[in-house]
């Protein structure tokens, strides 16, 4: 676990570096590209991390054409790439959504009820990373 945390934060850390500072090029083979920095949720809160046992989960989802998941909420951050696709996320609350494609980061919101759907031709490909607290899930489905 300790090695798992260990990576994230180092991944972490070269990424929020400028890529000048991170990896010297003409000596090693390897170009750092910073693809986001934020310190905020997409509807605008603060992001804060679990006060117990953190436990990183990272986890691939395709989303056909046309679907649309439950409406749902995350109680701890979660973070997604979106590596194919268009998604629109729509919080419930305030009616207030946020299309996202290819290549785009997303921080989702804590605590608030939205919903994803689909709205391209092409299947959403998302690499999903979630830190929660230990044992836990991050995603509770409204009833």
Do not use: C
């Amino acid at each position: 676990m300790r090695k798992i945390l260990a990576s994230a934060l180092l991944l972490t850390a070269v990424l929020s570096a400028s890529a000048s500072h991170a990896l010297d090029a003409s000596r090693t083979p390897v170009v750092v590209t910073p693809l986001a920095s934020r310190t905020e949720t997409a509807s605008g809160q603060p992001i804060t991390l679990p006060q117990k046992n953190v436990q990183v989960l990272v986890s691939s989802f395709e989303i056909a054409p046309g679907a649309t998941l439950p409406v749902h909420k995350h109680e701890f951050p979660r973070y997604a790439y979106v590596q194919g696709g268009t998604l629109q996320v729509t919080n419930v609350e305030t009616g207030r959504g946020n299309t996202y494609k290819s290549g785009d980061f997303i921080v989702e919101m804590i605590g608030q009820w939205h919903q994803a759907t689909n709205v391209g031709a092409d299947p959403v490909k998302l690499l999903v990373i979630d830190q929660v607290e230990e044992g836990t899930q991050n995603t509770l489905l409204r009833q």
